[in-house]
């Protein structure tokens, strides 16, 4: 089993920043592919970014790629996510998702087995 903690989100401006953390725990981290996901009111989850085992590949969404900076550290067990030049259609609920390697594409949320519970980020313009 993996538990995943999110934390980081909050209000912010369009323009502003955030980091969003995930500190994970129960499996070796650097041995899980690692995700973010989004989720507005009324729409579905949808992927925004993933990393694999040791940072060297990452892959974004087009809607923040540019904007979002993916990248995790194994001797901290924690994944982070750095938001910059937020726009209020960046505003959801954000969820850190984990799953061992396999030959997935790990943007679909169906690839993922571990789920935290989310963190609120909201953008006002």
């Known amino acids: 089993q993996v538990q995943l903690v999110e934390s980081g989100g909050g209000l912010v401006q369009a323009g502003e920043s955030l980091r969003l953390s995930c500190a994970a725990s129960?499996?070796?981290?650097?041995?899980?592919?690692m995700g973010w996901f989004r989720q507005a009111p009324g729409k579905e989850r949808e992927f925004v970014a993933s990393?694999?085992?040791?940072?060297?590949?990452?892959n974004y969404a087009d809607s923040v790629k540019g904007r979002f900076t993916l990248y995790r550290d194994n001797a901290k067990n924690t994944l982070y996510l750095q938001m910059n030049s937020l726009r209020s259609e960046d505003t959801a609920v954000y969820y850190c998702?984990?799953?061992?390697?396999?030959?997935?594409?790990?943007?679909?949320?169906?690839?993922?087995?571990?789920w935290g519970q989310g963190t609120q980020v909201t953008v006002s313009s």
């Open positions: 990393i694999r085992l040791q940072g060297s590949s990452t």
């Open positions: 998702a984990a799953d061992p390697p396999d030959s997935k594409t790990y943007i679909s949320l169906y690839e993922y087995s571990y």
């Open positions: 129960g499996r070796a981290f650097s041995a899980l592919i």
